[in-house]
């Protein structure tokens, strides 16, 4: 039987035996492959340094090396040639550990030569899927935007940061505290990425987002017909994240009657789908993150001791972004881009301002001044709680006489005077924008 679709393929055949070996050799040349004959081991290994073989067809039996060595350097010079055992003297042992070393067939000589054509076709079709998988991820890879970085110099955030490098590597189950905004899915991220566990993709819950009666089964998957409306079988995101990292946002909303569940998971690694008795092993990370006290609400009851432990193995508290400091100002450039500058008094309005969104509120604020300004973002362009915290100008009175302000202020009040009023005028010789003339006028208090 031939594998037409399969183009045909270079092998190399080690076997000490001449006689049997040229046959085999003859027999592949003829149906169109090229072909490779060595007497030792030894030799394979050197064709195999200066050759990319699809196939390498050995004998388990020749002098020198042994059959598993022969396997192993093979393996170690070019892990992508797959490789089938030809033996004389087969036994289950060799068989296993040929198997455990990556052979793809161990076969009993004699063997027939169509068979071994077929098996080497099939060999080649696991070849071709390994190689198409690698360049499917790497694909992957290249698609995905970069993981965000958690920004920050500040003493608190290089605090994190070293956390974050000490926990990571780890297996243990991680607790991210803070308040709301301050970047706890970054952290997991990050943590994901650091570890072992960091090639595979970090699934990811959010607690409050789900219905009460949906979290378990969103959790823990359920069985066809295990309630009404589960019209077939669905695992849950436990079996999504085998092997992976789990993170449980606002794990301080999961339901009272669903902990359990999940302190077996981390205690030994077993869940049950709803509707279902046949346990399921899993492996998987977990990282928790809550904006609420865990310690209160377990001293109230509505979380279980014994899971606040397990998940507080390893604690992150994530500083509110008004203890930062200059992060800020870090933050602000960081988000405002290339495109927009930042007038100074909005700038000032934002260092002032204490935050109780957090990062998150950040980002909103900035992105919305972008929107509604034109390249500068003036004080006007941010809503309306930043103008206490600026200080804003409201009169002439206001100002230092010789200051910057006062002499932005009366170049403007000139301009003005000099085109009659005539705002598109003034605007063209001011070098900006009619709106953006408007919002100078309003700063300085001259829109009469």
């Not at 060799?94 to 099939?122: H, I, T």
């Not at 066809?224 to 409306?229: R, S, W």
């Not at 008004?322 to 909005?346: N, T, Y």
Request: proline share 5%; charged share 30%; hydrophobic share 40%.
């Amino acid at each position: 039987m031939r594998f037409m679709s399969i183009e045909n393929l270079h092998i190399l055949f080690v076997d000490d035996d001449e006689d049997l070996a040229l046959g085999y050799v003859r027999w592949f040349e003829m149906n169109g492959h090229r072909v490779t004959h060595t007497l030792s081991g030894q030799d394979g290994v050197g064709e195999c340094q200066k050759h990319d073989f699809d196939i390498a067809i050995l004998d388990w039996n020749m002098p020198g090396l042994s059959g598993l060595e022969l396997v192993q350097r093979m393996r170690d010079v070019n892990p992508d040639t797959e490789v089938i055992v030809l033996t004389a003297e087969g036994s289950i042992d060799n068989a296993v550990e040929s198997m455990r070393r990556g052979v793809f067939d161990f076969l009993s000589k004699p063997f027939p030569m169509s068979e071994l054509e077929r098996r080497c076709y099939a060999a080649m079709e696991r070849r071709n899927l390994r190689r198409e998988n690698t360049q499917l991820r790497e694909v992957i890879d290249r698609a995905q935007p970069p993981a965000p970085k958690m920004l920050g110099e500040s003493r608190p955030m290089q605090k994190i940061h070293r956390l974050i490098d000490r926990v990571a590597p780890t297996d243990k189950p991680v607790l991210i505290e803070g308040e709301s905004g301050t970047g706890k899915e970054l952290v997991a991220k990050a943590i994901h990425l650091g570890s072992p566990r960091g090639h595979r993709p970090i699934v990811t819950v959010n607690c409050a987002a789900l219905p009460e009666k949906l979290v378990e089964s969103e959790l823990f998957g359920h069985e066809m017909g295990a309630f009404t409306g589960a019209t077939s079988a669905k695992p849950g995101l436990f079996e999504v994240a085998d092997g992976s990292t789990l993170f449980i946002d606002e794990v301080g909303e999961l339901p009272l009657a669903l902990q359990p569940k999940l302190l077996r998971v981390l205690e030994d690694g077993t869940m049950r789908r709803v509707g279902s008795e046949r346990e399921r092993r899993v492996d998987v990370r977990i990282v928790a993150a809550t904006n609420r006290h865990l310690e209160t609400e377990v001293a109230e009851g509505r979380f279980r001791e014994d899971l606040f432990y397990r998940i507080n193995v390893l604690a992150i508290d994530l500083p509110p972004l008004r203890k930062r400091g200059d992060d800020v100002g870090l933050l602000i450039d960081q988000f405002l881009g290339d495109q927009h500058e930042l007038d100074e008094d909005a700038r000032a309005a934002l260092l002032a301002y204490s935050w109780p969104g957090n990062v998150r509120q950040l980002i909103n604020t900035i992105e919305r001044a972008k929107i509604l300004s034109d390249d500068v973002i003036l004080l006007d362009d941010l809503p309306s709680q930043f103008e206490s915290a600026s200080g804003g100008i409201s009169s002439e009175d206001d100002v230092p006489q010789g200051s910057l302000i006062s002499l932005q202020r009366e170049h403007i009040k000139e301009v003005l005077e000099q085109e009659n009023g005539n705002k598109s005028a003034a605007a063209r010789v001011l070098g900006v924008e009619r709106r953006k003339l408007y919002r100078m006028m309003k700063q300085h208090g001259l829109e009469t």
